[in-house]
Nanobody, 123 residues
Framework: QVQLVESGGGLAQPGGSLRLSCAAS????????MGWYRQAPGKQRELVAA???????NYADSVKGRFTISRDNANNSMYLQMNSLKPEDTAVYYC?????????????????WGQGTQVTVSS
């Protein structure tokens, strides 16, 4: 079992920044991948970014150049630095973990999920 706890969501103005954190605990074995998905009201959950334990990354086209995913394997933590935020980034952001080698965008690859943290971008 893996437990995931997100933090760092909140309200930001357009063009602003937020940093999300995800703390993992439990049976954290490598190789693995962790990721951030988001879900806006009335929309499907979508991949934002993912990162493998080896450091390979995968980003959604909509966030490339604005968001940066990183992880600290020693502390079982993952981060999402979000810059140049847009109103369309408003969503609940979920941390996830999967026992896979690559930072796959396949939703079903991630077996464990956090409770989610709300990100709202509005002036």
């Amino acid at each position: 079992q893996v437990q995931l706890v997100e933090s760092g969501g909140g309200l930001a103005q357009p063009g602003g920044s937020l940093r999300l954190s995800c703390a993992a605990s439990g049976s954290i074995f490598s190789p693995n991948a962790m990721g951030w998905y988001r879900q806006a009201p009335g929309k499907q959950r979508e991949l934002v970014a993912a990162i493998s334990s080896g450091g390979y990354v995968n980003y959604a086209d909509s966030v490339k150049g604005r968001f940066t995913i990183s992880r600290d394997n020693a502390n079982n933590s993952m981060y999402l630095q979000m810059n140049s935020l847009k109103p369309e980034d408003t969503a609940v952001y979920y941390c996830c973990f999967g026992r896979v080698l690559h930072p796959t965008p396949v939703y079903g690859a991630y077996m464990y999920w956090g409770q989610g943290t709300q990100v709202t971008v509005s002036s």
